[in-house]
């Protein structure tokens, strides 16, 4: 993943976490806050309570890949929360999981939004 496109400092974490919105699931809890720029930036935080550095990895890696495939509008950051149950879960159940809360927090961009760029 480029860097553009990370959360790397702790000010940007902590933005999100103080003015962001907040999703909840039984697998992951979604941050999202508006940015200053056109890109959207992703950061991932994944507890040393989900496992052991391959279960946080593995994790990690299905939210990454999560996040590069659903169309997401720009101009965000959002922060990718793991909860213990994460562990255990499948890419499809982490997916359909993540995508229930970015429509819920309207952050998925629309069918006809789509088109008309």
């Known amino acids: 993943m480029n860097k553009k496109w ?6 940007q974490f902590k933005a999100v976490y103080e003015s962001g919105i907040t999703r909840v699931d039984k697998y992951i809890v979604i941050r999202a806050l508006t940015n200053n720029i056109e890109t959207t ?6 507890s040393k309570r989900v ?10 890696r299905l939210l990454r890949e999560i996040a590069r495939v659903e169309p997401i509008k720009q101009g965000l950051d ?22 229930k809360l970015l429509h819920q927090a ?9 088109s008309s760029s």
Do not use: H, M, W
Request: charged share 25%; proline share 0%.
């Open 78 to 99: 959002i922060v990718f929360i793991a909860r213990t149950d994460s562990a255990d879960a499948s890419y499809a159940q982490l997916r359909s999981s993540v995508e």
């Open 41 to 46: 930036r992703f950061g991932y935080s994944i």
């Open 6 to 11: 990370a959360l790397t400092k702790q000010a």
């Open 106 to 114: 309207d952050l998925l961009i629309e069918v006809n939004e789509k």
């Open 51 to 60: 496992g052991n550095a391959v279960t946080r990895n593995r994790v990690r």
